[in-house]
């Protein structure tokens, strides 16, 4: 007689609420168009300045203060939404339980993203200062051995003159 092993039917009370793919599907959904956004408003902030004209920098300030906030808002509403929405919950607190992981997983996400980029960009400005630098460096050395050598040229025609 065979021995079978089997695993005991699983209960309401031990599966998990949470759909984990449908979490990162939703933080996804929200990085993406969190970055969507953002270009769309770099887009539009940089078409509606105009060097001739009287644009007020304060008003596209406020402008560009308040499309920050709103941009984020909206992009984890609508991943939470979307994980909300795929991991087919019923409820309340089932959608509750799939949108804020989805916020906090998305909000980590976008912070890591722009402090990579930032440091990337910061990384490359000292770079290429750094390289300026010793390019500064080696045309100054260039420009002194240049000049210590007209020097020299000089002293031997100055020597010349007195002589004659």
Not at 19 to 34: N, P, Q, Y
Not at 55 to 60: D, E, F, K, Q, R
Not at 76 to 96: E, Q, V
Request: a neutral charge; aromatic letters at 10%.
């Amino acid at each position: 007689m065979a021995a079978s092993f089997s695993s005991p039917a699983p209960t309401p009370e031990s599966q998990s609420v949470i759909r984990w793919g449908a979490v990162f599907g939703g933080s996804l959904v929200a990085v993406a168009l969190t970055l969507m956004f953002y270009a769309m408003g770099l887009g539009m902030g940089f078409a509606s300045l105009r060097p001739e004209g009287s644009t007020s920098l304060s008003a596209l300030g406020f402008m560009s203060g308040t499309y920050g906030l709103l941009v984020p808002l909206a992009a984890l509403f609508i991943g939470a939404y979307f994980a909300s929405r795929s991991a087919g919950t019923t409820t309340n607190a089932a959608g509750l339980a799939h949108g804020l992981p989805v916020w906090g997983l998305s909000t980590v996400a976008s912070v890591w993203l722009f402090s990579s980029l930032i440091g990337g960009a910061i990384n490359g400005t000292f770079a290429m200062t750094g390289s300026l630098m010793q390019a500064g460096g080696s045309v100054a050395s260039s420009l002194g051995s240049g000049l210590g050598e007209l020097g020299s040229g000089l002293g031997s025609i100055g020597e010349q003159v007195r002589e004659a």
